[in-house]
């Protein structure tokens, strides 16, 4: 059972302020904490304000409205401000964490390596409350196995109670469980089939274009969409990645205590949830002719705003230092179901893009009245300039916005966007890791390890791949580090930073290498699609694989401990 362990505690500020409630939160999803707030003091949702904060970490634990809904309450109550913090014990027996899992793989294939048949049985435990009991287990399934160009799959899912701390959302929202589970298994096969691993990855993965009729029962609560295979850069990644670490080529230690193996796993994830998720913008022109951008979505350190601020200077040509970006305000932004399941950059930053393409048009119509011009010879260009491609003329933004805002004007130029869709986006990878196990100690080292990710066109290559490492430092600490310990009552026994088992910075990697796979993406704003979450996959299959390598013991669960390898060695 893992622990989120952001550096900031769940913490909220609460005050009455005119009538009005206003809430300063850490939190992911500030409109759903607007919502539960309103139902639990028993007032409209415009009696509410909530200020999202910056989010020192929330990993999917700021997802759930955890400490807000109480602050808010007593704040109504007493008409006193009311400021809340969780100390860090809290934050490990009082706060969500990872689902655990029991993840069982039945897997059948050709003497050549060809994949059959592929069955799942995900047993999960929910803890006591049932925090997303049947969407975490769900996507330990339904972001693995359309991975695999296999005709037949089934899987099937049981979700228990228990009076252990309770479960919930977390980066990678069930899929490291199931892809651990299953390119194990698959590894597993390859040696019994006497077939080299590599050879069966190529073999069975989908490809662009690939029908995924395992998507059908494959839905959150309702039957899936069969679609095909979108923008794919599996194939990419898993040759590059290969010929980076060298696959199939043997490393050895020059010490016969210290055994070295390779392993790898291809990944995948989701950009949002299409036909749930819904994401909205409005972009404004300021007197002077800057913009302000007033985002739904919710930056909890992603870089999000950024990327919004990004997409406003590409389309009006607008240096980035005259755009400003508000975000996760409920007064002064439209709806955003919020930042949680990658939706972050497909979702409110496709919103933000049809924002700003609307004000675009509406900054060459106003123009167009303006300069005595036709629209359609109109066009903008640096550093914020309406210009004629027939006369030449130009129009700085400024002058056209305060002739707009005179009194013989049409008004302040606003544009609102909005953004649902039906595709699916689904970002693909491959991690890649090198190992030395010690088979006197148990000891592991990662000395290598390379993710390789298609995030479609990233709009900001650098704070994607700052994800990219971040999220893989983070799974590393979970398979061979990381782990809540329960005494016989569900009690939590190290609560603490300290005893828990989070990973050190000297404990990264000696080579440690993110890899950009750019492909374009036909449905996310600039041919971008997720990054953050899928990089949480990866890890424990590849270091899992590797030790295997090394030393011929297969760890079932993490996290991937001396004792346990010293076990599967018949040491103890």
């Given amino acids: 059972q893992i622990q989120h362990t952001p550096l900031e505690p769940h913490v909220c500020y609460a005050t009455v302020e005119g009538g009005r409630l206003v809430v300063h939160a850490s939190t992911q999803v500030p409109y759903h904490v607007r919502r539960i707030v309103s139902w639990v ?99 330990s399934c339904s972001k693995t196995l359309p991975l695999f160009a296999v005709d037949n799959m089934k899987y099937d899912l049981e979700v228990y109670y228990t009076n252990t701390p309770p479960a919930g959302a977390y980066q990678g929202y069930g899929t490291p469980k199931g892809t651990y589970g299953l390119m194990m298994a698959m590894a597993e096969l390859s040696e019994k089939l006497g077939v080299d691993y590599k050879t069966m990855v190529e073999k069975n993965h989908v490809e662009s274009g690939y029908m995924l009729e395992i998507l059908k029962g494959l839905g959150e609560g309702r039957e899936g969409n ?69 985002s739904g979505g919710a930056d909890i350190g992603t870089g999000l705003d950024t990327i919004s601020a990004k997409i406003v200077s590409e389309i009006l040509c607008l240096p980035m230092d005259r755009i400003t970006v508000v975000s996760g305000d409920t007064d002064s932004c439209a709806f955003d179901t919020g930042a949680y399941a990658s939706s972050g950059t497909f979702f409110s930053g496709n919103a933000s893009l049809v924002a700003t393409k609307k004000l675009k048009e509406m900054i060459l119509e106003e123009a167009a009245k303006q300069m005595e011009e036709d629209k359609e010879d109109l066009d903008v260009k640096a550093p914020g300039v309406v210009w004629s491609k027939k006369s030449g003329k130009e129009l700085t933004y400024g002058d056209l916005s305060h002739t707009a805002i005179s009194g013989s004007g049409r008004g302040q130029i606003i ?158």
């Fill in 226 to 294: 069969v679609v095909p295979v979108g923008s794919c850069g599996l194939t990419e990644a898993i040759e590059k990645g290969c010929k980076m670490i060298k696959w199939g080529e043997k490393e050895e230690s020059g010490d016969p205590d210290w055994k070295i193996g390779k392993g790898f796993a291809m990944i995948m994830q989701g950009s949002g949830l299409p036909g749930l998720d819904h994401a909205e913008a409005i972009a404004k022109l300021e007197t002077d002719g800057t913009v302000i951008l007033n």
């Fill in 415 to 572: 544009a609102h966007g909005s953004f649902v869709t039906t595709a699916s986006s689904v970002p693909y990878g491959a991690h890649f890791a090198q190992v030395a196990v010690n088979i006197k100690t148990g000891e592991v080292k990662v000395q290598k390890f390379y993710a390789l990710q298609d995030a479609g066109t990233p709009i900001n290559p650098e704070a994607a791949l700052c994800q990219m490492y971040g999220a893989v430092m983070k799974s590393i600490g979970h398979s061979l580090y990381e782990g809540i310990i329960l005494d016989e009552d569900g009690n939590t026994l190290n609560a603490n930073l300290t005893d828990y088992g989070t990973p050190m910075i000297y404990e990264a990697p000696e080579d440690f290498k993110s890899v950009l796979i750019d492909v374009d993406d036909p449905d996310g704003p600039f041919g971008a699609k997720s990054i953050s979450e899928i990089a949480c996959n990866g890890a424990a299959p590849a270091i899992g694989i590797a030790i295997h390598e090394a030393c011929g013991v297969w760890v079932r669960s993490w996290p991937m401990s001396p004792e346990k390898i010293l076990k599967g060695l018949g040491k103890i």
């Fill in 41 to 139: 003091c028993q007032i409209p949702e415009n009696k509410v304000h909530v200020i999202k904060e910056r989010v020192g970490g929330g990993y999917g634990s700021k997802q759930d409205i955890l400490v807000e809904d109480l602050t808010a309450y007593c704040a109504w109550i007493t008409g006193k401000p009311v400021y809340y913090r969780n100390t860090r014990a809290e934050e490990f027996y009082a706060n969500s964490t990872r689902h655990p899992m029991r993840v069982h793989v039945k897997i059948g294939g050709k003497k050549d390596g060809t994949i059959t048949a592929i069955f799942m049985e995900v047993k999960a435990n929910t803890g006591p409350y049932g925090n997303h009991a049947l969407t975490v287990p769900m996507n």
